[in-house]
């Protein structure tokens, strides 16, 4: 084909190993994903993609996996603040004590320097999308922006007057506004997101409902994350948490449940009926001796399942790749059963599965064609991933976040050869270490 036959593109990457997590886990030796406005326009062999494509970057993935961004679905990211602040207590102490630290330093501004280091951490660890669920949204949604990353998140909803010093009865409107104000917004997947069912009573569940159906937006909240919470919701709201929502009739396939420790087998059926997505939070649930969710036995029973780190002071980072490993080896072991949770499906609930829980299956989580350019490339060319027999045991077993050298998000390099393009990667660390700086002037833990 001549040059003037070609068809220009942005980006090419090219000569990886290209695993496309799509609906037959096609994985390509020497293949290359062309991508144009946003968009992936091909994937194929390199050398037939050399000859259709003029592109105007390349990027050589000689030795390295070439494969969708990772989806952590769900975490409050601005909790990076409170990393390692207070470690070893049961969920409710230590909610109590990140209240009273937050309440320190929590304001728009600072939620949106936390949160921009936040997604440059989790950009470096291979993640291109998130599920954030914290106080001022709005400064969410800016952070992700100026990095490049992309988000679902939007207003969240309380019992009573949050950090952001609004009551219950103020935040309809101004989700109703923030929500309006984001349509169109290319990085931005709406999601309305009440705390939890002990936290949020069933009118205002109701009212948060209203506003996700309004925007066709997503709903998630917390669920069944520790036994506690389930004898707490039974005695305050005369219904366990699961029952609680049935009753309201909210489980439906845009609602994504975190944790899901403590599902009886009867609610597990219920969740695989109503089509809800429960997020396994493994190093969170872990760290907080919350339990272990029933995650074979989801899987079994047809339960949509997505992966989340939860918050960086609850599990101590943001790193999927931790949260796969222990998501495929924690049920092998209670279960024992090494043929449980394999890890081509664990793969997949960090990609195409995390996309579909986000209402996003058909634009996200797999290399394919018409789908958006978000895209990393994992060097395999370091001594812990010499040889490599099967791509899938060495993303779950083997590949660690240091291991990501480029990460597109929208088509954008967001990442490259290790190093962040869109922010100050320097100022912002030295930002959070200044606000980070004010906690601690007493003791609050
Ligand atoms: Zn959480």
Redesign the pocket.
Known sequence: MSEEAMERIDLLIEHGLVVTCDRDDRVLDDGAVAIRDAKIVAIGPTHDLRGRFEAGEVIDARGAIVMPGLINV?T?TPMILLRGLADDLPLESWLRCMREASGQVIDEENVAYAAELAYVEMIRSGATTALD?YFYPEALARSAQRTGFRLATGPVFVGSIGLDGLAPDQRLERGRALLRSWQGSPLLIPCVMPHSTYDVPPDILLVAQALADEFDALLST?AVETRNEVKTVTKLRGAPPIELLGRLNMPSPRTIL?HGVHLTPEEIAELARTRAVVVHCPMSNLKLGSGIAAVPEMMQAGVRLALGT??PASSNDLDLWHAMRMAALLHRGTHEDPALTPARSIVRMATCEGAAALGMGDRLGSLEPGKLADVILVDLRRSHLVPIFDVYSHLVYAVGRDDVSHVVINGRVVLRDRCITTVDERASIATVQRIAGLIGARQVC
């Open positions: 769900h409050h669920m917390h975190a939860d918050g």
